[in-house]
């Protein structure tokens, strides 16, 4: 018999299997607040009855996972982690401390099959998809080392999240439940570089989630340099999906901009990105590249990304530099997973 990952389970599921374990409704809200309290044991459920406790013993288990390791910035207490998973797999997590809380950005693969060359945690490949409740713990595993609760979330960390999709929709579930972590949907951010059929997906959800597309470029020639997934989807294409996520949710999309020195940095490159951009309900930003080891792109200096912005604006859309959070750790995603794999070997 498979055992049930309880941290996965959303509120009406939890209710279901106290119900098919003959118990009264009221023990699925114990439950469901317990583990998603970061309990990790059974024996910890005070409120639980012994018998119940060995019945769920049986049944199932929590997902536990571990910090395995933590880097954490000098500069602004930006805090990355990798952490270790019940199968010996490693995933990472940041953790970005603003004036109006604490930030995580979460993973929801391990590795990643979409392959753009500018992003470290594509380099191996896709390895699997995470569980929802391996994203709610690395929620917990951050807000118990930092001992602040986090506010906001975003997925974009390892892993292109619609690909997950079935687990992610569960996950915005279950840290959006007032009875978990309660934490509200315009609080967190999915970032997508693009899958179309599943932006479309999402928008007939309506969870008032912010989206954010990593778009990288104006044309499809210049992004299919950069991201494979440019072969499947058009551009022209992925500004139909968010017009059809627009007229669903009425919510303004972030469209993210990777500067590449030489690549896409232009003022025709702005132009181009102004136009393609003209009458949607968006906003760009602007990030500097993260250099990584496997390849050798350079960011574009500050003057080339302020004149981009600057065309941008002039065009009416609106943009903003990223501001760089944790410059003195290994920003870049997947780079942290990958030394402690290269160093195992």
Not at 174 to 194: A, M, P, Q, Y
Not at 218 to 245: F, G, L, W
Request: charged content about 25%; some cysteine; proline content about 1%.
């Amino acid at each position: 018999m498979n055992k049930i990952d309880l941290l996965s389970l959303s509120y009406d599921e939890m209710e279901e299997l106290t119900k098919e374990l003959g118990e009264q409704k009221f023990r699925a809200k114990q439950i469901f607040k317990w583990v998603n309290e970061g309990v990790k044991s059974f024996e910890e459920m005070t409120n639980i009855s012994k018998k119940m406790q060995s019945t769920l013993d049986e049944r199932s288990f929590i997902t536990n996972i571990n910090i395995e390791s933590k880097l954490v910035s000098k500069i602004d207490g930006t805090t990355k982690y990798l952490f270790s998973l019940g199968d010996g797999n490693y995933v990472e997590g940041v953790t970005m401390i603003y004036k109006h809380g604490i930030t995580a950005c979460i993973s929801s693969q391990v590795g990643c099959a979409m392959g753009c060359t500018f992003c470290a945690s594509a380099t191996g490949g896709l390895v699997r998809n995470l569980r929802a409740g391996e994203m709610i713990d690395q929620i917990l595993c951050m807000q118990k080392d930092q001992g602040n609760r986090v506010s906001n979330i975003v997925l974009m960390g390892s892993g292109e999240p619609l690909h997950n999709f079935q687990e992610v929709i569960k996950f915005l579930n279950i840290v959006n439940d007032k009875n978990g972590l309660n934490i509200g949907n315009r609080h967190i951010t999915l970032s997508t570089c693009g899958l179309v059929r599943e932006i479309k997906m999402l928008a007939d959800y309506q969870i008032p989630i912010n989206l954010a597309i990593s778009l990288h470029a104006a044309s499809d020639e210049v992004r299919k340099k950069t991201m494979p997934v440019a072969n499947k989807y058009s551009i022209d294409q992925i500004i139909e999906a968010c017009h059809y996520y627009l007229e669903r949710n009425n919510r303004r999309i972030t469209f993210e901009y990777a500067l590449i020195k030489d690549v896409n940095d232009s003022v025709n490159h702005a132009k181009k990105l102004a136009s393609l951009l003209s009458g949607l309900l968006c906003h760009v930003n602007l990030i500097p590249v993260n250099s990584i080891d496997e390849k050798d792109y350079i960011k574009s200096n500050n003057q080339d990304i302020k004149r981009f912005q600057k065309e941008l604006k002039t065009n009416g859309i609106e943009a903003t530099i990223r501001r760089e959070m944790g410059a003195d750790i290994d920003a870049a995603c997947g780079q942290l997973r990958n030394r402690h794999i290269k160093n195992k070997d």
